[in-house]
């Protein structure tokens, strides 16, 4: 293991030094916590939660800020942050209106987040939440019962992060992310395993030439390996998956999300965004907002995920491109 | 080699069609041309140029956009531009205001980037340039004489495109650059080699336990190989050596980019931006601006960089907070 750390059992903790020493401007940790939480938030406005292991970055303390989260609780790498946590960043974000969650599907964040709830209730605090289950590859996986939660959950802060900042009620983001969640769907390919500081190899191991379909953000096995192709065949695979998994129509409206799992050079996440491209037109598809870059990764994997949201409510639109002011949107 | 590509020989060509269908709101791609154009320029005010060879995404095309550059000519990968293609990104920027160019110090660049002012000049376009050498670590080296240009070339891009967007002229512009260029230095360390895909391999090899400080943002060779330390000490290396070059004193103060080469994930940067942090501390240093994540990569080298921008003018700093409209900023 080559890594630019310093003692492997405290690289959250670092981090999040570093990350609130770069953006001060924007976002503070609460003591030594792994609660990062937004400067500015509104009296009166719905508190936005996410959070889960550390090892995604610029998930989830990227995405706190104006329009998006008002904290994120920040565990040891691929680890589910505890109740207790959970319970501070809560209140951190709880400016009268209550508070919402959008929690990954792994079953450490479902249990932590919902014992938090119970917690928070018990102290007056409303709080609601969604599960976010966008990952079409595999049903039940090591960590998951039901399908895992991946990139597309930053899609979710953005657009419930838009609707609490225009002053939406707690019930009015709960129906909103009840309508969405069910409608972003996620699947990747990854070149390379992650590797965990404290264990210090990777998860996995694919050989020179080997790909591996459907591979979770911390290593969960996927569908099918096999060799290398080139992209416009990784392209198809994942979009084929995708619209069997939408049963898509021609002139169907989605947004994109093309995601980077950590060590994925922009450039190749360009030509895969282009082949995708020339496979959505074919299918008559209309894409209304893309997005490209590292969002949800899983420490230094290599490769990607692609993210449709099939925009049914065109308020999911306007939240997507709704003014925005944190870290790494 | 692993990659998410198609033809190795058609990596700039298919990366940029998926760039400017991504980001198609802020730039066009002129024809089929390495040439990436703002969508909105403003009559009367200078144009602003930079490029290179690609292969150092996002830099220089996600730099394109209101407060920055007018347009970015990208060269095949590690190669540069010809003078024609630079011509033509010329007469894209060109608003009737003169045209100016970053460039960043490669011979093969200074020589193009000179050529085509040249010939933009017979066409009545005024045109002004600077040299960027922020990359203390070598002099001379396997493309450049003097020092070669790297990660700092992007806050020249910030500062000048603000004052650009101000409406600078020609004249004022290159004035602050050539106050400004001399006041930014950058010092990197790679953990592995560049792999570009038409070679296939990368440039060079460190082995598993190995880093090399000083490396060039084409895998140019840095000044002491050695086995991977602790981040602490690595920021040691680089700080140290950017105090000299500074000779700072107490109470100086500097902007600071932590800038990761490519496949280094956001967990690194933030610890050794924390790092850094301290040892700047200790040195009594104020840092006003703080920036960390890849903006001038060496396609899938791991490593960083860290500049330093000494603040001797108040513009700078609120040049660096300036609006801006871009892809990558």
Redesign the interface.
Known sequence: M??????ATA?VD??????T???GDLVERINESGIIVAKNQTKGHVGLISGGG??H??AHA?FVGQGMLSAAVCGAVFTSPTPDQILEGIKAADQGAGVFLIIKNYSGDVMNFDMAKELAEMEDIEVDFIIVDDDIAVEDSTYTAGKRGVAGTVLVHKILGAAADQGASLSEIKAMADKLVPQIKTIGVA??GATVPEVGKPGFVLA??E?EFGVGIHGEPGYRREK?A???E?AKELVMKLKAAFDWKKGDHFALL?NGL??????????????V?QLLDEEGIVVEF???G?FM?A??M???SLTLVKLEDSKWLENLTYKTNTIAW
């Not at 080559?2 to 003692?7: E, L, P, R, S, Y």
């Not at 670092?14 to 990350?19: F, V």
């Not at 950590?262 to 082949?275: A, R, V």
């Open positions: 080559k890594k630019i750390i310093n003692d690289v670092e981090m999040l030094d570093g990350l020493y770069a953006h550390s090892g970055e610029p990227g070149l390379t020179d030439d790909i290398i080139p992209s416009k990784l093309v950590g060590s994925t050079p922009l450039m190749e996440q360009y030509i895969f965004t282009n082949d491209r893309k997005k490209v590292d990764t420490i230094d290599a490769g990607l």
